[in-house]
């Protein structure tokens, strides 16, 4: 089975602020990985696809990258509505798995 | 528009059985695999079970595997997981999610979730 590990689990950012969220996996999974955002009390939402493609609707401030066992994303400037969780989810392999989440706090 | 709305979700008692169901409309259900995914209180997203486009195939997680079971009917554009021998573990939010293409793909649309609680 593929593990995925998410750095770091909490991150302290302001407004206006670069944010880098770190996954690896315990294998190669290519390029075949989504990141989500969370809200509280809400389903996960779909950012980006296949390592580094914007989901229709996503903000451009979101970018990803990576390939292999080591991927980011990164939001270039924290906007208010972007503190909540995010995860990383391969979809290479069954059974599925995500990271462990990263909570973007004020 | 795409939705994806789940329902059966309430208090059980440890080794009691529960069906949960998952209705949507918006796409074409048939053509897309489907997956249970779960999330207990302040945990992360845990793949639990999914179904392919026509309900051949399935997979299950090992912490669920012999006690659940994922079923679709596509001329009801409907989804179901039958849960055996609950246990406190299994107590979470279950969100249904279409995956993007077929049988591949991230998951594009998530249900809102209905809330499973596994106790005495």
């Known amino acids: 089975d593929i593990q995925m590990t998410q750095s770091p689990s909490t991150l302290s950012a302001s407004v206006g602020d670069r944010v880098t969220i770190t996954c690896r996996a315990s294998?190669?999974?290519?390029?075949?990985l989504a990141w989500y955002q969370q809200k509280p009390g809400k389903a996960p939402n779909l950012l980006i696809y296949?390592?580094?493609t914007l989901q229709t609707g996503v903000p451009s401030r979101f970018s990803g990258s990576g390939s292999g066992t080591e991927f980011t994303l990164t939001i270039s400037s924290l906007q208010p509505d972007d503190f909540a969780s995010y995860h990383c989810?391969?979809?290479?392999?069954?059974?599925?798995?995500f990271g462990g989440g990263t909570e973007v706090e004020i | 528009e795409v939705w994806l709305l789940e329902s059966g979700g309430t208090l059980v008692q440890p080794g009691g059985s529960l069906t949960l169901s998952c209705a949507a409309s918006?796409?074409?259900?048939?053509?897309?695999?489907i997956s249970w995914v779960r999330q207990a209180p302040g945990k992360g997203l845990e793949w639990v079970a999914g179904?392919?486009?026509?309900?051949?195939?399935?997979l299950y997680a090992d912490s669920v595997k012999g006690r659940f079971t994922v079923s679709r009917d596509n001329s009801k554009n409907t989804l179901s997981l039958l849960m055996n021998s609950l246990r406190a573990e299994d107590t979470a939010i279950y969100y249904c999610a279409k995956r993007l293409i077929a049988d591949t793909g991230p998951f594009d649309y998530w249900g809102q979730g209905t809330l499973v609680t596994v106790s005495s």
């Open positions: 296949k390592a580094s």
């Open positions: 989810q391969q979809y290479h392999a069954y059974p599925l798995s």
């Open positions: 294998q190669s999974i290519n390029s075949w």
């Open positions: 179904i392919n486009e026509r309900g051949i195939g399935t």
């Open positions: 918006g796409f074409t259900f048939g053509s897309h695999a």
